[in-house]
């Protein structure tokens, strides 16, 4: 098929969700998409007063690809749950990226919202489609093709997470379960490992701990760009794979799993990022892993709630014999600071294992 054009995808915010489906639908309909790049070591982010760390990635990658994408798909997110909304400045994020790029790239920015049939996924996609000139049976094949997708991907999520480097996540082309590492090697001298045929073109995690078995069980709860965004978290799974933890997150959980969380709590939790996170970090803080691990913005409204919220309920429990560490993210936070905790962390479930043998 002929390439229509380029659509560019900022990598931040829901990003770190639904790339996947993204991708595959607008490629089903023939066009390229291209993604920003991540910050690195030199990139500059954009400041705007008031804001989260999120927000101004998000403005930052936009401005990155501007200028060589036709357009920037940006999607307005009311909310992603039949009855719980966003944050609301998930509802403002297109007219800010319109304000920073001063009009200068079209941006596709149709509705969600599940509270509401005319704004579904399949509805809005159908929309954002139209705008890209298919008509409603090209857009509806596209759309379920990545449905269909995008739901084999999420799958092997736990595999992929604890198998690939970071920047690989969300790399559709390598299918997971990845092939078993390949055993060590015969090796000349100096302890290099071979690789087999079938590996070549993966690479090993870098700071992972790939071919040995992880020692510890551990939670990462958080919005899913504070967990997989590396500019936000200064890839803090990588090092804690390298500690020999085995990364869980809340993508694996059902929804009835979280309900049975949540639905008893005396104050209902409206954001649905909220309901997931608190849901999540209370069923794995009552077992099957060593340790959870919470992952905070900032400058986040709802994430200071949930602090709150989350330590009084532990209050009126009588705490978690599970340990349970909490991480503050900003631009200002350094890699150090964070490696120093989670090794901290490393050590106390260390310690309660020895003491429950
Ligand atoms: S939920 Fe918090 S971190 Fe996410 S966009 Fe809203 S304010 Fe920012």
New binding site residues.
Partial sequence: MEEKGRIGIPKA?MFYRYFPLWKIFFEELGWRVIVSNGLGKRGRLIYFED?????KLLVTHSMDLKDRADHLFLPRLVSLHRSYI?????RG?PDIVRLATEGTVSILDETIDLRMREHSMLQSFLRTGKRLGADEKEGKRAFQKAERLFTNFQKGWEDRINQLPTRQFFEIDIPTPLPPPPSPSPVKGGGELMESPSFLDVKPVEDGCRGEKPLFRVAFVG?P??LFDTDVNKDVLSFAKSLGMRIITPEGLSEKEIDAQVSDLSKEIY?S??REIVGSLFHFLSGGVDGVVFLT?F?????ALLQEFVRRRLKVRGGSSIPLLILSLDEHSGREGLTTRLEAFRDVMEERKRSNA
């Fill in positions: 915010l804001s989260c760390l999120p927000m966003m944050c609301p400045k998930f994020a919005h760009y504070n954001w990022s909220g913005s400058k986040c409204g709802i994430d």
